[in-house]
């Protein structure tokens, strides 16, 4: 999105452009994920038909969609205005947010697996450290 970047989809050795994403994962369905919407700022999920979602986390400014698994699972990060936390968005777009205990930040900028096994980062005291989110 913005700068006059342009995003396509192969299929079968067919072209067909990805309006306003800038794609982070793709999973075995053919579900994309990434940042874009008219704003430029959404998280979006383009389905394998082409349809596309545009979704934000209430009170974000920013919203990256970073990954999909096989059952439609979707994590990522968002900004508040304030600071950035990690969330997990359900099938039925139910988004649930994600922080580390004492992290200034948290950001799912890893991969969902199809056992719900979440990898991200976080901040504490000026430093990053990866996570395993293993709970699910």
Request: aromatic share 12%; hydrophobic share 30%.
């Amino acid at each position: 999105p913005g700068g006059g970047s342009e995003y396509f989809k192969y299929v079968n050795g067919i072209a067909t452009q990805l309006p306003d994403i800038a794609p982070s994962d793709i999973n075995n369905m053919r579900r994309i994920v990434g940042v874009g919407g008219a704003s430029g700022f959404s998280g979006v999920l383009v389905d394998e038909n082409g349809g596309q979602t545009v979704f934000d986390p209430s009170g974000s400014t920013w919203t990256l969609a970073s990954s999909i698994n096989e059952g439609g699972y979707i994590v990522g990060c968002y900004y508040d205005g304030n600071s950035w936390h990690g969330f997990l968005r359900d099938p039925s777009g139910t988004l649930t947010q994600i922080d580390v205990p004492g992290a200034s930040r948290t950001c799912v900028s890893g991969m969902i697996n199809d056992s719900m096994q979440i990898v991200g980062y976080y901040v504490a005291q000026g430093s990053y450290h990866a996570f395993v989110d293993l709970s699910r």
